[in-house]
């Protein structure tokens, strides 16, 4: 398509280090998008995978914590390539300031054959900033590419302190903040959606959107992960994450082209536009009724199960226009939709319902056009009615998930699907007013309800376009 780079080569060769190799999100994430690259022929000719942590294991050991992984979370067959996935595994442990551990001579070896090297962090965030440290400590930084899980920061602050820390020992262009909602085949649709149909095109503003929606509900519980998910809750673990992220992706003004730098220009200059929060008018919080029960939870947490925020984007072509966005644990169901409400046009049909382009971002992705029409029949009455184009359907699509995309990007050096430091920054700036004192105390609701009624304020009457 006109307007879009063609990726990059991958390199000759690769030094995947994985550091958190043990932990959870690399079991469930990280090491099934690698495997499913594998299987794609989507890795370079020559690689290894170096896991690491702070425990010493055998490169044996790694391998069957590897197997183990894949079998529980990967879809991918474990058949006779396993023996080859397997042999490119490695284990070495992480460096200190003042230990080099057994990983930083692998690595070394490794880049002195001119591998490029790919530090992907799948580690807590709090450890973010005494690892990258101990890897500058002994030079395993040099032409590297680093790529930081989110959160990237906390608040405002602990941003600017990760940010000037890393900025230190690397430049912009090896650093891949990742959003996997970025990397979704849904939310980059949004760009070919709007950018390639005039359909879309010549309705995607505020003359004729009354509203956007992004909705992420869920019915997952939080008690397998309660201490983390004590610490942070729902509005620093989605809402500054990945709502501003898509609501983002929604605003852009055209970038010119689809190339990487044009495309993070545009979207750092709607972060800029993003105005700060209201938490007294346009933010409530709910905790589900029995989350303190929860082990691990103080019976007097108020940390927030669920947020809704309404979002204003004061651009010339969404200035008015409301970005509700919510989302929260055990709901009446899960979603990952954005939806643009449209106004109803001026004209004889006094009784149109609302019309509305929605896009869910889950999976592979699905477009969806919703129209009034006449109902069928002899009497002219109208009703709704939607048209769907799942995206695994497109002839010659082959749809990945979105880790093995963010991760395949990482390799190629594509930053288009990761976010800036100065995006963050701005993130964090509209963000700032809900970590103050005018934080709203978290409302309760019953498991398995669609939240807090009061969030029906901020859709008003719309109402929420997944219930």
Known sequence: MSGTSEPTDLPDSLCLVLHGARGDLAARMVLPALYLLYRRGLLPRDWTVLGSGRKEITDDEFADLVHDALEEYSDEPLDERWNDFADRLAYGSDPSDDDPGTLTDRVRDLRDREALVVHYLAVPPTTFAPLTKALAAHDLLTDARVVYEKPFGTSPETFEELDALVHEHLDESQVYRIDHFLAKEGTQNLHVLRFANEMFASVWDREHVVQVQVDVPETLDVAD????????????????????????????????????????EAREEIFRRFRPLDPENDVVLGQFEGYTDIDGIADDSTTDTYVAARLWIDSDRWRGVPFVLRSGKRMAGSAQRVTLLLRSPE?????????????????????????????????????????????????????????????????????????????????????????????????????????????????????????
């Open 347 to 467: 004209g004889p049909v006094e009784d149109a319902g609302t019309d509305a382009v929605s896009v869910s971002v889950s999976g592979d992705g699905v477009i969806e056009v919703s129209a009034t029409v006449k109902t069928p029949g002899p009497d002219l009455q109208l009703s709704q009615g939607t048209a769907k184009l799942s995206l695994d359907d497109v002839a010659g699509g082959d749809p990945m998930p979105p880790y093995a995309a963010a991760l395949h990007d990482v390799l190629r050096g594509d930053h288009r699907a990761f976010t800036t430091s100065a995006a963050l920054r701005e993130a964090w700036r509209a963000f700032a007013p809900l970590l103050g004192d005018a934080r709203p105390a978290p409302q309760p609701y019953a498991p398995g309800s669609w939240g807090p009624e009061a969030a029906d304020a901020l859709v008003g009457e719309h109402g929420w376009w997944v219930r």
């Open 225 to 264: 992960r309660a201490s983390f998910y004590d610490a942070t809750g729902a509005a620093l673990d989605m809402l500054v994450t990945h709502l501003f992220q898509t609501a983002a992706e929604v605003a852009l003004d055209s970038p010119g082209s689809l190339d990487a730098g044009p495309v993070r």
